[in-house]
């Protein structure tokens, strides 16, 4: 891992552009953007992380990072952070928390802005409905999203 500093203001991330490594706060506040508005939908301070998805699958950006403060920041790549895991499995686990966090709250924010309070369990199966006549699923993918939601 090596450091990384951002000045106040300063964009980390952008969301759609390939990633490959995650960072951790070491210190400062950053603000998490999505959508082409940029809706602002949190911020993360010293001890979290952003960035992780891509080091489970490298790819596309989820979001939009901002660094509210002066940030400074440990990043890892996605081979440092399989080498990592190889060496000390512990560190999977506690990664796994991370996302499992994330996901909860992913479940809590789409609760408040359904109406009927399905949670994303309610909303996936909406998306799968609708683009299943268009678009054959990948089996892989349909059944492993179930199993992360159940």
Known sequence: ?????FKAGETILREGE???????????????????????VGMLGTGEVFG?????EPGPRSA????????????????????SIEDNPE????FMRV?????RQMNDLMEKIDP????????VRD??????PAVPADPEVQSLSWTMLW
Do not use: P, W
């Not at 560190?91 to 506690?94: D, E, S």
């Not at 998306?127 to 299943?132: D, F, K, L, P």
């Open 64 to 83: 939009t990072i901002i660094a509210l403060t002066d940030v400074t920041c440990l990043v890892t790549s996605y081979e440092e952070f399989v080498g």
């Open 116 to 123: 009927n309070r399905r949670g994303l369990r309610g909303f």
């Open 1 to 5: 891992m090596k450091s990384v500093e």
């Open 18 to 40: 390939d990633g490959d490594s995650a960072f951790f706060i070491v210190d400062g506040t950053v603000e998490v953007l999505v959508g082409a508005g940029g809706r602002r």
């Open 99 to 103: 996302l499992v966090r994330r996901l």
């Open 52 to 56: 992780e998805m891509c080091l489970i």
């Open 127 to 132: 998306c799968q409905q609708a683009i299943a």
């Open 91 to 94: 560190r999977a686990v506690a």
